[in-house]
C-alpha cells in the first residue's frame, strides 16, 4: 500500500514540475508585470488543460521506464472517462481528479500487461503495448458508465469535504500546513498538495487554491500564504542555528554549506537542503518543524493574508505574486518573528539535546563533514571528491571510478545489495524511491560513504536514499546496471 502511494506521489511530480514555468509565464505576461498578453495566454494555456496535463503526466510517470506510449493512452483514457460520465450526467465534473485517476489506471494496467511474456496472440494488436491500450479502453469505458452515476453522490462529498476545510478556516490552513511537512520523508506530501491546489474551491470554472489564485480568485491563496513566512525566514534561521551550534572549527565550513542553503530557501522556497540536514538526526525537531509550519499557515488565514506561488514560497514568487496578494506585505513581519523563534528553538535544542547536526559530529579532527555530500550536491558547491572516499573494504565502497556518474551509479547499486535485489528504483527530486527484495542487504555506511545523507527503510521491501539533487542522473545510470 505505502510503495503503490509512492508511486503516486512520484507521478505527479511530473506535471506538477512543468507548473513553475507555466506559472511564470501567465504572471510575468499580466499588465501589471511585463504586459505580453501572448506570454500570459501561454501560461494560461496550461492551467486550462490542468487534468489533461495530469492524465498525460501521471500515466508516463507510473508507467515503468516512463514510457511514452502510456501518456497517449493516459489521454485516451481521461477522454473517455470524462465525456463518458457527462453523457450520463452533465453535471459532472471530474476535472484534475479525474486526470489523476486515468493517469493511475493507465500506469497500473501498462505495467501489468508489458511485463507479460505468454500473449503471443496479442501480436494482431501492436503487441503487449496494443493490448494495454485496448484494455485500457474498455476499463475506462466501464468507469465512465459507473461514474456516470455515481460521481454525483461522491461529488457532492468532495464539495462538502470543501466546504468543511474552508469552514474550518484557519484551523483547516492549519492542519495541511502540519500534514504538508509531515508527509515530506515519506514523499506523499504531493498527494495532499493536489488536492489543495487543484481541487480545494471553485471559482468561474476553476479549482484548487493556486488555480484559483492565479486565475484572479481574491479568496484563494489562504492555503499558500503561510508557507512564506516558513521558508523566506523560519527555516533560514535554522540553518543559521545549525551554523552558531557547531564546534568552532568547523563553524566556517558549515557556515558555507548552511549558509548557502539558507539563501536558497530565501530565494526560492526550495527547503530540502535544510530539512533534510535534520530530519534523520533529530525526528523530533522536524516535528516541531511541521507544527510550526501549521502554525503559520493557520495565523497568516486567521489575518486574511492570500498569497501564492507557482514554484515554491521564496522571495521570486513573493514579489512576483506581489499585486495578486491580499495583505501580502504582513508576511515579512510575520516571517520575522517566525525567523526568531526558529533560531531559538533549534539552537538550544541542538545544545541541550547535543543533536549531531553538520559540524557537530564526534569525527577524527580532518575537519570532513560526514554525510555533507548530499548538502554539497543539493547546492551544487562541489561534488564529492574521489579523494575523499576511503579504500575499498567489507563497509566502504567497491573500487569503481567514482569521478563519474556511471561510476557511483555502479557503486550505489552494489551498496543496495546488486541489481538483483533492486526490484524498481525511481527518483524523486533529491532522494532514491526504491523496491527490494531483501531490505537486510542494503549497505547503509557504504551508502553513506558515497554521499548518502540518510536511509529511510518504509517496511520490508520499500525504503528511500537521501542522495541529493543527482538523484535523476544517478537512477538513469543505474537502470544501465539493472
Known sequence: MLGQLQKIGKALMLPIAVLPAAGLLLRLGQPDTLNIPFMAAAGNAVFNF????FAIGVAVGFAKNNHGFAGLAGFVSYEILTDGAKAINSTINLDALGGILAGIITGVIFNAVTKRK????????????????????????????????????VQTGINDLGSWIGALGAVGAGIYGLLNRLLIPFGLHHVVNSYIWFVYGSWHGK???????????????????GMFPIMMF??????LAMVAAAKPERRRMVFGIMGAAALTSFLTGVTEPIEFSFMFLAPVLYVVHAILTGLSLAICYALGIRDGFNFSAGLIDYVLNRN????????IPI???????????FYFSIKIFDIKTPGREDGDGSGTIPGAGFIFDEMQVAADEPANVPAASSTTPAAADLSTMAGKAKAYLDALGGP?????????????????????????PVLKQLGSSGVMKLNQHNAQVVVGTIADMLVEEMKQFM
Request: net charge negative; with cysteine; hydrophobic share 50%.
Open 50 to 53: 490542468l487534468p489533461i496535463l
Open 118 to 153: 505468454d500473449v503471443k496472440w496479442a501480436q494482431f494488436m501492436g503487441g503487449t503495448k496494443g493490448l494495454a491500450v485496448v484494455l485500457i479502453t474498455l476499463v475506462s469505458i466501464l468507469l465512465a458508465l459507473i461514474f456516470g452515476y455515481v460521481w454525483p453522490f
Open 420 to 444: 538483483e535485489n533492486v526490484v524498481e528504483v525511481e527518483a524523486c527530486t533529491t532522494r532514491l524511491r526504491l523496491n527490494v527484495k531483501d531490505m537486510g542487504q542494503l549497505n547503509e
Open 207 to 225: 479549482t484548487g487554491d493556486m488555480t484559483r489564485f492565479f486565475a484572479g480568485d481574491p479568496s484563494a491563496g489562504g492555503f499558500m500564504a
Open 335 to 345: 516571517g520575522i518573528a517566525f525567523g526568531i523563534v526558529y533560531f531559538v528553538v
Open 324 to 331: 495578486h496578494a491580499t495583505h501580502g506585505y504582513w508576511l
Open 234 to 239: 523560519g527555516l533560514p534561521s535554522a540553518a
